[in-house]
């Protein structure tokens, strides 16, 4: 493998890793909890700038050519990325403060776009805090200077550490997920009031997801930032957040393995996978749009055609319990099995 | 007797705009019984029991379950007290299997805190394996066994009438509000839900049920509570309510007042 190959590999595999994360929070948001939470790109978003923040060193003032931002630190790796998580739960509060409350999904899914857009632009317009369109550059790789690797050997441990970060989420989603916390998520997203009334507090549950999902977001959005070395606001917008919903609803909601496929399949897989277009074919001013046409369309055939997913949230049957319980299932095991085979 | 009660309201008002659906409702429930809701449509019965069920907020009032006032608090915290409902329309949990809409029931579950979600199986298990144990029994006497693992959304009106029911009972109340149990059930369905329900009298429940199905509240309930415009009109036995000229007039002749 050449070197620049090996690059491309290495890159492709950390994109996967962080759009991994993204599409796992995404799901405990989304696909257990039922939050169409379309600002979903500003956890990711803060979890990166946290992370630029610091440990880029005092601003310097813009009159001698500097930039401008808060904070200003200096923290040792894992502690930017600590920083992060944190960032992207507060954030994640605020937003569900503000639109879970007393919001109907369809209405929530309207002001979370708004608190999005607000964000975004307060982002952009506002120099002082974190630089403003120009965003942050020249963060520093974390552990370079502690670990002393040639750059190529670097980027393999970074992808090391970027997985790690991708399988822990991973673990902890499939806990949450598989527990009777994850099913009285699932719940309340089936029907609020009759969770309610079999006393579950459906605020609290539904804001513990969106804090979680908005910490594994904002972590996988530092791990990103730091290994390219730059944050701007034109990086995560509106198109961005549909990216991953598109990617958790092809891969299956409600469902860990399916989430990790979409993130396979269509950040990285489309995405990325039409840069390889040979350019000869197409106009290349064509390709970007192209890319958009052709997620829009795969949703839009997934969701005719399959829309629980590749991989459709499974069914708890409690097997083992059931055995242990020696518990006589009666001829509907038999009766049941026939009807899941019916197309 | 207060110790007697279950449920004791007091001048409890709701409206809705200028609709005045509940109007200074006074009533007790005693402990034991099977209390009939009954009225004319509009009479503010499922206002009622929302109210009692804290779906809704009172305006004014009182209402009192075991001794403690309960009008201001979210229906979450009700259902942890002990108090059970089903709903009018269906409102199982669709994309969940009927085993697993019963074990959402079961109040205090450790596994539904976060932390113990996260430190594994190993604190809920145990837990668990009761909870599955006791939906099964809930199952059997439900003959909804052979459904056990089909999605909820998939069964038939009456049968998601009985796992409403289960779901309420696996809750463990000691106050069950059943909002028309009846409706849209097949007579044969209807002779079976009444026996389950004087079985659960039997258990020593609380049952307050609305209900319009004449011959129903005649064998399970008593006493009765008409209510007409907002108000209660009458309380008491069905053969005291059928001598009552007011209640008559209002609902079982179905003339206006």
Same mark, same amino acid.
């Given at each position: 493998m050449s070197d620049a190959v090996a690059y491309y590999v290495i890159t492709l595999l950390v994109y996967m890793g962080c759009n991994v994360m993204f599409v796992l929070g995404l799901n405990l948001q989304f696909g257990l909890a039922n939050i169409i939470n379309f600002s979903y790109y500003i956890l990711v978003a803060v979890g990166g700038y946290f992370a630029g923040l610091v440990v880029l060193g005092p601003p310097q003032p813009v009159e001698s050519g500097g930039t401008e931002y808060l904070f200003g630190w200096t923290l040792p790796w894992p502690l930017p990325v600590a920083v992060a998580g944190l960032a992207g739960a507060v954030l994640a509060l605020l937003v569900g403060i503000i639109a879970v409350r007393r919001l109907r999904s369809d209405y929530l899914a309207v002001a979370t776009l708004v608190v999005g857009d607000v964000a975004w632009l307060l982002t952009g317009n506002t120099t002082s805090v974190v630089n403003g369109w120009n965003g942050l550059t020249g963060i520093p790789q974390p552990l370079a200077d502690t670990l002393n690797l040639p750059q190529l050997q670097y980027q393999w441990v970074y992808l090391g550490i970027v997985l790690g970060f991708a399988l822990l989420s991973f673990l902890i989603m499939q806990r949450l997920t598989h527990s009777p916390f994850g099913r009285s998520l699932r719940a309340i997203r089936e029907n609020e009031y009759t969770a309610a009334a079999c006393g579950k507090d459906v605020f609290r549950l539904r804001m513990t997801a969106m804090v979680i999902g908005g910490a594994i977001a904002a972590v996988g959005g530092a791990l990103f930032i730091e290994f390219i070395g730059t944050v701007q606001p034109s990086m995560w917008n509106v198109p961005e957040t549909f990216v991953i919903f598109a990617a958790l609803i092809v891969g299956g909601r409600g469902n860990n393995w399916g989430a990790v496929l979409g993130a396979i399949l269509v950040p990285v897989g489309f995405l990325e996978g039409s840069r390889l277009l040979p350019q000869d074919w197409i106009d290349p001013n064509l390709i970007d749009p192209l890319r958009w046409i052709i997620i829009g369309s795969v949703l839009i055939l997934v969701l005719y055609f399959r829309p629980q997913g590749i991989f459709p949230e499974p069914k708890r049957r409690f097997r083992k319990i059931l055995r242990q319980l020696a518990v006589d299932e009666g001829p509907g095991r038999q009766i049941h099995r026939r009807t899941e085979e019916l197309p | 007797?207060?110790?007697?009660?279950?449920?004791?309201?007091?001048?409890?008002?709701?409206?809705?705009?200028?609709?005045?659906?509940?109007?200074?409702?006074?009533?007790?429930?005693?402990?034991?019984?099977?209390?009939?809701?009954?009225?004319?449509?509009?009479?503010?019965?499922?206002?009622?029991?929302?109210?009692?069920?804290?779906?809704?907020?009172?305006?004014?009032?009182?209402?009192?379950?075991?001794?403690?006032?309960?009008?201001?608090?979210?229906?979450?915290?009700?259902?942890?007290?002990?108090?059970?409902?089903?709903?009018?329309?269906?409102?199982?949990?669709?994309?969940?299997?009927?085993?697993?809409?019963?074990?959402?029931?079961?109040?205090?579950?450790?596994?539904?805190?976060?932390?113990?979600?996260?430190?594994?199986?190993?604190?809920?298990?145990?837990?668990?394996?009761? /909870?599955?144990?006791?939906?099964?029994?809930?199952?059997?006497?439900?003959?909804?066994?052979?459904?056990?693992?089909? /999605?909820?959304?998939?069964?038939?009106?009456?049968?998601?009438?009985?796992?409403?029911?289960?779901?309420?009972?696996?809750?463990?109340?000691?106050?069950?509000?059943?909002?028309?149990?009846?409706?849209?059930?097949?007579?044969?369905?209807?002779?079976?839900?009444?026996? /389950?329900?004087?079985?659960?009298?039997g258990e020593g429940l609380t049952v307050v049920m609305v209900e319009h199905e004449m011959g129903t509240v005649e064998r399970l309930c008593d006493p009765v509570i008409v209510m007409a415009q907002g108000r209660v009109l009458a309380e008491g036995s069905m053969t005291e309510i059928r001598a009552n000229e007011a209640v008559v007039t209002a609902y079982l002749s179905g003339q206006r007042v």
């Open positions: - | 007797m207060t110790d007697d009660l279950a449920l004791r309201v007091t001048g409890v008002s709701r409206s809705f705009g200028g609709v005045h659906a509940v109007d200074g409702c006074s009533f007790t429930v005693r402990r034991g019984t099977i209390t009939g809701l009954i009225g004319p449509n509009g009479a503010g019965k499922s206002t009622m029991l929302n109210l009692l069920a804290g779906a809704l907020q009172p305006d004014q009032g009182s209402i009192r379950f075991f001794g403690g006032e309960i009008a201001r608090l979210p229906s979450f915290q009700i259902a942890r007290l002990g108090m059970a409902r089903t709903f009018q329309l269906s409102s199982e949990f669709a994309r969940m299997t009927v085993l697993e809409n019963l074990m959402v029931a079961p109040l205090h579950q450790r596994g539904d805190s976060v932390w113990a979600a996260l430190l594994g199986p190993r604190i809920w298990k145990r837990e668990e394996r009761e /909870y599955v144990a006791s939906a099964w029994s809930l199952l059997q006497r439900f003959n909804l066994v052979h459904l056990a693992h089909e /999605y909820a959304g998939n069964l038939s009106g009456g049968q998601k009438r009985l796992l409403e029911l289960a779901r309420a009972l696996h809750m463990k109340p000691r106050l069950l509000l059943l909002d028309e149990p009846m409706a849209g059930v097949n007579p044969a369905l209807i002779s079976q839900l009444t026996d /389950y329900i004087a079985a659960l009298k």
